[in-house]
């Protein structure tokens, strides 16, 4: 019967043993379990390294190698710096470098975005998901315009004051656009820097910040600043990885405290987000004619400013046939009996803290919607191609583009 054995040597430094032992804490040998006898002391805390002069040398040295050909690494225009870091926050470059190309051409420079209304911002915006970062964003523009005629701060300090732009942001701009010697400090740099240096300070902590940007601030050179954070990220991106990190070619092999002690799976430290629940959207989509009945979502809410259908939360996944009726009744509308029924349309949507499951409820009214109920229940009615044109969840946007193609 496979048992567990527990190794005390692991190879040679830089042979192929040593790598797979030291990068993966579990795995199967002949038929056995084995497992590396770990111990949750091992690793001490450590703040800031007293020397480390292979560190950034061996970024600087990677990087011109391996970097990936983005737009935004040929300027130094912070307003095109700035539209790329909010893109990308929470969001793979994949999947946010369409978006970007998408504004910086429909918004060439800040005073253009500035200038335009924020239903066309969010449109633009749509299925990024994290939509605050859309407003956000329109408003440190009008800000940059009005308070600063145009022209960004060109300090990292003087960053912080525009609305929306965190220490990463800031630090981001300042050092790309302006040459600042400031460190950035995303989830790339926390891991290669708690791996490389044996740092177990847990990352999704407030408290580790300090402990992590003091090493940061440490190992950036004055003479490279923007060099130096753009390879420290761009590592941990496509080197350092969350998992089956590269360390069989890594240059910072012979250096790394996580490599040394096969504690690569270990590091970097990050407690358990909170177990997301579950909810269940039942959406009314009340039609009449060539018409069709949305609502702008409010204030305070996670989808402000974008449009949906009138909606019912349920504790179950069903809403019986009398509970619909009595929703639709509630909105002072009325089913027409001379319509087939239509299939119900089930779509999940997942977000960091939860999971929707929606249905779409197809409603036929027998007629419109007087103003009064409309303004009581907050829709407003619009053509098919007026709802394909408004800012939409992308759940919503994607149930109308699959029904109004």
Same mark, same amino acid.
């Given at each position: 019967?496979?048992?567990?054995?527990?190794?005390?040597?692991?190879?040679?430094?830089?042979?192929?043993?040593?790598?797979?032992?030291?990068?993966?804490?579990?795995?199967?040998? =002949?038929?056995?379990?084995?497992?590396?006898?770990?111990?949750?002391?091992? @690793?001490?805390?450590?703040?800031?390294?007293?020397?480390?002069?292979?560190?950034?040398?061996?970024?600087?040295?990677?990087?011109?190698?391996?970097?990936?050909?983005?737009?935004?690494?040929?300027? !130094?225009?912070? #307003?095109?710096?700035?539209?790329?870091?909010?893109?990308?926050?929470?969001?793979?470059?994949?999947?946010? @470098?369409?978006?970007?190309?998408?504004?910086?051409?429909?918004?060439?420079?800040?005073?253009?975005?500035?200038?335009?209304?924020?239903?066309?911002?969010?449109? $633009?915006? *749509?299925?990024?998901?994290?939509?605050?970062?859309? /407003?956000?964003?329109?408003?440190?523009? *009008?800000?940059?315009?009005?308070?600063?005629?145009?022209?960004?701060?060109?300090?990292?300090?003087?960053?912080?004051?525009?609305?929306?732009?965190?220490?990463?942001?800031?630090?981001?701009?300042?050092?790309? =656009?302006?040459?600042?010697?400031?460190?950035?400090?995303?989830?790339?740099?926390?891991?290669?820097?708690?791996?490389?240096?044996?740092?177990? %300070?847990?990352?999704?902590?407030?408290?580790? /910040?300090?402990?992590?940007?003091?090493?940061?601030?440490?190992?950036?050179?004055?003479?490279?600043?923007?060099?130096?954070? *753009?390879?420290?990220?761009?590592?941990?991106?496509?080197?350092?990885?969350?998992?089956?990190?590269?360390?069989?070619?890594?240059?910072? !092999?012979?250096?790394?405290?996580?490599?040394?002690?096969?504690?690569?799976?270990?590091?970097?430290?990050?407690?358990?987000?909170?177990?997301?629940?579950?909810?269940?959207?039942?959406?009314?989509?009340?039609?009449?004619?060539?018409?069709? #009945?949305?609502?702008?979502?409010?204030?305070?809410?996670?989808?402000?400013?974008?449009?949906?259908?009138?909606?019912?939360?349920?504790? =179950?996944?069903?809403?019986?046939?009398?509970?619909?009726?009595?929703?639709?009744?509630?909105?002072?509308?009325?089913?027409?009996?001379?319509?087939? =029924?239509?299939?119900? !349309?089930?779509?999940?949507?997942?977000?960091?803290?939860?999971?929707?499951?929606?249905?779409?409820?197809?409603?036929?009214?027998? !007629?419109?919607?007087? *103003?009064?109920?409309?303004?009581?229940?907050?829709?407003?009615?619009?053509? %098919?191609?007026?709802? $394909?044109?408004?800012?939409?969840?992308?759940?919503?946007?994607?149930?109308?583009?699959?029904?109004?193609?």
């Amino acid at each position: 019967m496979p048992g567990k054995l527990l190794f005390t040597n692991w190879g040679h430094k830089g042979t192929r043993t040593f790598w797979f032992c030291n990068t993966f804490p579990t795995f199967r040998f =002949a038929g056995f379990c084995i497992s590396k006898p770990l111990s949750p002391n091992i @690793l001490p805390n450590i703040s800031t390294p007293a020397t480390a002069p292979y560190f950034a040398p061996a970024l600087l040295e990677w990087y011109p190698r391996h970097r990936r050909d983005l737009p935004w690494r040929h300027t !130094q225009d912070p #307003y095109a710096i700035w539209l790329s870091e909010v893109i990308l926050q929470q969001t793979r470059v994949k999947q946010g @470098l369409p978006y970007y190309l998408d504004f910086i051409t429909t918004y060439p420079t800040v005073h253009d975005l500035a200038a335009a209304p924020e239903d066309e911002v969010l449109r $633009h915006w *749509q299925g990024l998901g994290y939509y605050s970062r859309a /407003r956000n964003m329109h408003h440190t523009a *009008q800000q940059v315009v009005r308070e600063y005629d145009g022209k960004f701060p060109d300090t990292y300090t003087e960053l912080l004051k525009l609305r929306g732009v965190g220490q990463y942001t800031a630090a981001a701009i300042a050092s790309f =656009a302006f040459g600042e010697k400031v460190a950035v400090l995303d989830g790339n740099v926390y891991r290669v820097l708690a791996r490389v240096f044996g740092i177990t %300070a847990d990352i999704a902590a407030p408290a580790s /910040r300090k402990q992590f940007q003091t090493l940061a601030d440490a190992l950036i050179p004055a003479a490279a600043p923007a060099e130096f954070n *753009q390879a420290i990220m761009e590592f941990g991106a496509i080197q350092c990885t969350p998992v089956k990190p590269d360390c069989l070619f890594c240059p910072l !092999q012979q250096h790394c405290f996580a490599f040394q002690h096969g504690m690569v799976q270990e590091l970097p430290v990050k407690s358990k987000a909170k177990a997301s629940r579950t909810r269940y959207f039942h959406y009314l989509v009340l039609r009449h004619g060539e018409t069709v #009945y949305l609502k702008k979502r409010g204030p305070k809410d996670i989808w402000q400013g974008l449009y949906d259908f009138a909606l019912t939360e349920t504790d =179950a996944a069903e809403l019986p046939p009398m509970a619909l009726l009595d929703a639709v009744e509630s909105l002072g509308g009325q089913l027409a009996t001379d319509r087939a =029924a239509e299939p119900v !349309q089930a779509l999940r949507h997942v977000l960091s803290h939860q999971k929707v499951e929606a249905k779409f409820h197809p409603v036929w009214l027998r !007629q419109p919607l007087a *103003q009064p109920a409309l303004q009581a229940a907050g829709l407003a009615a619009f053509t %098919a191609t007026e709802a $394909h044109d408004l800012p939409k969840p992308i759940l919503i946007a994607n149930y109308i583009d699959t029904i109004w193609k």
